[in-house]
T-cell receptor, first 114, second 109 residues
């Protein structure tokens, strides 16, 4: 079966712009989480959605937002981009929150802010 | 605040040697997960531990969850070059997953 699909794979944006990243979970998975990965900070939790509702949010500014649609697909938006937002953004899906089968990660979207 | 610390940061071993990475949380965790990320890849789920003192094995990998559910370890017996990558623990506390900083394993043939 198809894995977690993230689009686009690579993105270059200018400071001040906004960006929307997309994540299509594995068919049947209803929980979607977003993470930011940087060499300095490692993997940091952004937020988790389940059944179109945000369950949890990490310690990121309000410029970072997300949503989940009825088909479980999720989008993440970052407004007023800063240089420090350059990172690999990973989406992960699971059947449900705290699934014993863990989360399946997508290949990520590498965002570069110039 | 919640922190999940992981040590060591790097480990270089000769093929055939054993390897262990440790994960410690400042608070009690409801469960802990382990992931492996190959260079240039994305994290891949290995296992989840839920019970206090739980020990699980996957071939040459042994995972342990501490009695107090605040620490965990991953031990690889007789490493192979295919074990190269970064191993992350992720602790669940109040429905938020906190990833450790990861241990980067390099295996010399």
């Amino acid at each position: 079966k198809a894995g977690v699909t993230q689009t686009p794979r690579y993105l270059i944006k200018t400071r001040g712009q906004q960006v929307t990243l997309s994540c299509s979970p594995i068919s049947g998975h209803r929980s979607v989480s977003w993470y930011q990965q940087t060499p300095g900070q490692g993997l940091q939790f952004l937020f988790e959605y389940f059944s179109e509702t945000q369950r949890n949010k990490g310690n990121f500014p309000g410029r970072f937002s997300g949503r989940q649609f009825s088909n479980s697909r999720s989008e993440m938006n970052v407004s007023t981009l800063e240089l420090g937002d350059s990172a690999l953004y990973l989406c992960a899906s699971s059947l449900e929150p705290e699934s014993l089968y863990g989360y399946t990660f997508g290949s990520g979207t590498r965002l570069t802010v110039v | 605040g919640q922190q999940v610390m992981q040590i060591p940061q790097y480990q270089h071993v000769q093929e055939g040697e054993d390897f262990t990475t440790y994960c410690n949380s400042s608070t009690t965790l409801s469960n802990i997960q382990w992931y492996k990320q190959r260079p240039g890849g994305h994290p891949v789920f290995l296992i989840q531990l839920v019970k206090s003192g739980e020990v699980k094995k996957q071939k040459r990998l042994t995972f342990q969850f501490g009695e107090a559910k605040k620490n965990s370890s991953l031990h690889i017996t007789a490493t192979q070059t295919t074990d190269v990558g970064t191993y992350f623990c992720a602790g669940d506390n109040f429905n938020k997953f906190y990833f450790g900083s990861g241990t980067k394993l390099n295996v010399k043939p």
